[in-house]
Protein backbone atom coordinates (compact mmCIF):
# COMPACT_ATOMS: atom_id res chain seq x y z
CA UNK A 1 0.00 0.00 0.00
CA UNK A 2 1.01 3.47 -1.10
CA UNK A 3 0.69 6.29 0.45
CA UNK A 4 1.16 9.53 -1.13
CA UNK A 5 2.02 12.81 0.86
CA UNK A 6 1.26 16.10 -1.11
CA UNK A 7 3.41 19.12 0.42
CA UNK A 8 0.69 22.23 0.17
CA UNK A 9 2.58 25.32 -0.24
CA UNK A 10 0.63 28.31 0.39
CA UNK A 11 1.24 31.77 -1.39
CA UNK A 12 0.99 34.81 0.41
CA UNK A 13 -2.16 36.11 -0.21
CA UNK A 14 -3.47 39.26 -1.41
CA UNK A 15 -4.50 40.63 2.55
CA UNK A 16 -1.20 39.63 3.93
CA UNK A 17 0.60 41.36 0.90
CA UNK A 18 -1.28 44.49 0.88
CA UNK A 19 -0.36 44.38 5.46
CA UNK A 20 3.13 43.53 4.35
CA UNK A 21 3.39 46.84 2.02
CA UNK A 22 1.03 49.16 4.37
CA UNK A 23 3.95 48.29 7.04
CA UNK A 24 6.93 49.16 5.28
CA UNK A 25 5.21 52.10 3.87
CA UNK A 26 4.52 53.43 7.46
CA UNK A 27 8.14 52.78 8.64
CA UNK A 28 9.27 54.47 5.27
CA UNK A 29 7.29 57.54 6.28
CA UNK A 30 8.60 57.58 9.65
CA UNK A 31 12.58 57.03 8.75
CA UNK A 32 11.52 59.66 6.00
CA UNK A 33 10.33 62.38 8.92
CA UNK A 34 13.42 61.44 11.22
CA UNK A 35 15.75 62.46 9.01
CA UNK A 36 13.72 65.15 7.65
CA UNK A 37 13.25 66.73 10.94
CA UNK A 38 17.09 66.20 11.95
CA UNK A 39 18.02 67.94 8.56
CA UNK A 40 15.91 70.98 9.37
CA UNK A 41 17.31 71.30 13.00
CA UNK A 42 20.98 70.69 11.57
CA UNK A 43 20.26 73.67 8.68
CA UNK A 44 18.36 75.59 11.68
CA UNK A 45 21.32 75.31 13.62
CA UNK A 46 23.96 75.67 11.13
CA UNK A 47 22.06 79.33 10.24
CA UNK A 48 22.11 80.27 13.84
CA UNK A 49 25.75 79.81 14.37
CA UNK A 50 26.38 81.72 11.02
CA UNK A 51 24.06 84.32 12.26
CA UNK A 52 25.84 84.49 15.82
CA UNK A 53 29.12 84.43 14.45
CA UNK A 54 28.52 87.59 12.11
CA UNK A 55 28.16 89.25 15.03
CA UNK A 56 30.93 88.34 16.97
CA UNK A 57 32.77 89.38 14.35
CA UNK A 58 31.09 92.80 14.43
CA UNK A 59 32.11 93.24 17.86
CA UNK A 60 35.92 91.91 17.36
CA UNK A 61 35.93 94.80 14.41
CA UNK A 62 34.71 97.37 16.20
CA UNK A 63 36.88 97.02 19.35
CA UNK A 64 39.84 96.64 17.13
CA UNK A 65 38.81 100.32 15.33
CA UNK A 66 37.87 102.14 18.23
CA UNK A 67 40.17 101.08 20.42
CA UNK A 68 42.59 102.33 18.16
CA UNK A 69 41.82 105.89 17.99
CA UNK A 70 43.34 109.13 19.15
CA UNK A 71 41.82 111.05 20.96
CA UNK A 72 41.04 114.26 19.33
CA UNK A 73 38.28 116.41 17.81
CA UNK A 74 36.02 114.57 15.56
CA UNK A 75 37.81 111.64 16.60
CA UNK A 76 34.32 109.29 17.50
CA UNK A 77 30.87 111.07 17.30
CA UNK A 78 27.45 109.51 17.90
CA UNK A 79 24.00 110.33 17.67
CA UNK A 80 20.50 109.02 18.51
CA UNK A 81 18.15 108.64 15.43
CA UNK A 82 14.93 107.46 14.90
CA UNK A 83 12.94 106.07 12.47
CA UNK A 84 9.14 104.68 12.67
CA UNK A 85 9.90 105.02 16.71
CA UNK A 86 12.38 102.38 16.49
CA UNK A 87 15.65 103.58 17.42
CA UNK A 88 18.62 103.59 14.51
CA UNK A 89 21.52 105.54 15.88
CA UNK A 90 24.58 106.52 14.33
CA UNK A 91 28.34 106.16 15.49
CA UNK A 92 31.28 107.63 13.18
CA UNK A 93 34.72 108.01 13.62
CA UNK A 94 37.97 108.96 11.39
CA UNK A 95 40.65 106.10 10.00
CA UNK A 96 43.00 104.89 7.50
CA UNK A 97 43.07 101.87 6.04
CA UNK A 98 42.12 98.79 7.84
CA UNK A 99 38.88 97.26 9.69
CA UNK A 100 36.89 100.39 9.90
CA UNK A 101 36.91 100.70 5.76
CA UNK A 102 37.14 96.73 5.16
CA UNK A 103 40.25 97.37 2.99
CA UNK A 104 44.11 97.55 2.89
CA UNK A 105 44.23 99.68 -0.88
CA UNK A 106 42.83 103.56 0.23
CA UNK A 107 44.60 106.39 0.21
CA UNK A 108 43.65 109.06 3.13
CA UNK A 109 41.63 109.47 5.92
CA UNK A 110 37.56 108.79 5.65
CA UNK A 111 35.00 109.47 7.74
CA UNK A 112 33.05 105.85 8.52
CA UNK A 113 29.53 105.74 9.94
CA UNK A 114 28.11 102.70 11.76
CA UNK A 115 25.08 103.02 9.59
CA UNK A 116 21.37 101.07 9.07
CA UNK A 117 20.34 101.14 5.50
CA UNK A 118 16.39 100.19 4.64
CA UNK A 119 16.18 97.19 3.00
CA UNK A 120 13.87 97.47 -0.06
CA UNK A 121 12.22 94.32 0.38
CA UNK A 122 10.64 94.76 3.90
CA UNK A 123 10.26 97.06 6.68
CA UNK A 124 13.60 95.85 8.38
CA UNK A 125 17.36 97.22 8.35
CA UNK A 126 21.00 96.24 7.02
CA UNK A 127 23.58 97.14 9.27
CA UNK A 128 26.50 98.12 7.70
CA UNK A 129 29.71 100.75 7.24
CA UNK A 130 29.27 104.14 5.39
CA UNK A 131 32.37 105.80 4.24
CA UNK A 132 33.60 108.48 2.57
CA UNK A 133 36.92 110.18 2.01
CA UNK A 134 37.49 113.12 4.88
CA UNK A 135 38.27 115.68 3.00
CA UNK A 136 35.04 115.15 0.37
CA UNK A 137 33.06 118.72 0.62
CA UNK A 138 30.44 117.60 -1.74
CA UNK A 139 27.20 117.84 -0.76
CA UNK A 140 26.57 114.68 -2.86
CA UNK A 141 27.06 110.52 -2.27
CA UNK A 142 28.61 110.69 -5.43
CA UNK A 143 32.01 109.40 -3.32
CA UNK A 144 30.43 107.78 -0.36
CA UNK A 145 30.47 103.61 -0.32
CA UNK A 146 28.24 101.43 1.37
CA UNK A 147 29.58 98.07 2.99
CA UNK A 148 26.95 95.63 4.39
CA UNK A 149 27.79 93.50 7.36
CA UNK A 150 24.79 92.28 8.98
CA UNK A 151 21.53 91.75 7.41
CA UNK A 152 17.94 92.29 7.90
CA UNK A 153 17.88 93.54 11.65
CA UNK A 154 15.20 95.84 13.77
CA UNK A 155 16.98 98.69 14.82
CA UNK A 156 20.38 99.70 16.68
CA UNK A 157 21.15 101.69 20.00
CA UNK A 158 24.18 102.85 21.05
CA UNK A 159 24.89 104.85 24.46
CA UNK A 160 28.25 105.87 25.97
CA UNK A 161 29.78 105.56 29.47
CA UNK A 162 32.14 109.06 29.82
CA UNK A 163 34.86 109.35 31.48
CA UNK A 164 34.82 110.50 35.29
CA UNK A 165 35.31 113.95 34.37
CA UNK A 166 32.10 114.26 32.06
CA UNK A 167 29.67 112.06 34.46
CA UNK A 168 29.12 108.56 35.56
CA UNK A 169 25.47 108.04 33.52
CA UNK A 170 25.21 106.25 30.29
CA UNK A 171 24.16 108.58 27.85
CA UNK A 172 23.13 108.57 23.92
CA UNK A 173 24.86 110.87 22.20
CA UNK A 174 28.64 111.60 22.04
CA UNK A 175 29.61 115.06 20.89
CA UNK A 176 32.92 115.48 22.89
CA UNK A 177 36.39 115.38 21.83
CA UNK A 178 37.77 112.81 23.95
CA UNK A 179 36.73 109.31 23.76
CA UNK A 180 34.07 107.76 26.31
CA UNK A 181 35.05 104.54 28.50
CA UNK A 182 33.10 102.36 27.00
CA UNK A 183 29.98 102.12 24.04
CA UNK A 184 27.38 99.90 24.22
CA UNK A 185 25.54 98.72 21.19
CA UNK A 186 21.99 96.82 21.09
CA UNK A 187 20.99 95.58 18.09
CA UNK A 188 17.19 94.17 17.69
CA UNK A 189 17.74 90.97 15.62
CA UNK A 190 14.74 89.80 13.37
CA UNK A 191 15.75 85.61 13.85
CA UNK A 192 15.72 86.56 17.60
CA UNK A 193 13.11 87.83 20.53
CA UNK A 194 16.06 88.92 22.60
CA UNK A 195 18.55 91.52 21.33
CA UNK A 196 21.93 91.22 20.69
CA UNK A 197 23.83 93.44 23.55
CA UNK A 198 27.35 93.95 23.74
CA UNK A 199 29.41 96.59 25.62
CA UNK A 200 32.77 97.38 24.34
CA UNK A 201 36.02 99.08 26.40
CA UNK A 202 37.54 101.99 24.30
CA UNK A 203 39.75 103.08 27.72
CA UNK A 204 41.53 101.15 30.03
CA UNK A 205 39.45 100.86 32.87
CA UNK A 206 40.95 100.17 36.89
CA UNK A 207 39.59 96.87 36.47
CA UNK A 208 41.44 96.10 33.36
CA UNK A 209 43.88 98.10 34.74
CA UNK A 210 44.26 95.45 37.63
CA UNK A 211 44.18 92.61 34.98
CA UNK A 212 46.83 93.72 32.88
Known amino acids: MFIVRVNRRHGFTLLEMIMAVAILATMAIAIYRFVQSNMVAIRLSSDAIAADARYD ?31 RDE ?5 GVGPGLMTRYASGDFVVTLHLQPRKESDGFD ?3 LRKPKDDSSLTNANESWIPLIEDVRALQISYFPPPTYGNTW ?3 WP ?3 LPTLIKLVVERSDRSTPWEVVIPIR ?4 SQFQQ
Do not use: H, M
Not at 57 to 86: C, H, I, M, T, Y
Not at 91 to 95: F, G, K, L, P
Not at 204 to 207: G, K, L, M, S
Open 171 to 173: VDR
Open 204 to 207: RTPF
Open 127 to 129: LGF
Open 57 to 87: GLREVLAQQWQSLPSGKGALLGDPFKLNDRE
Open 91 to 95: VRWIC
Open 176 to 178: YPN
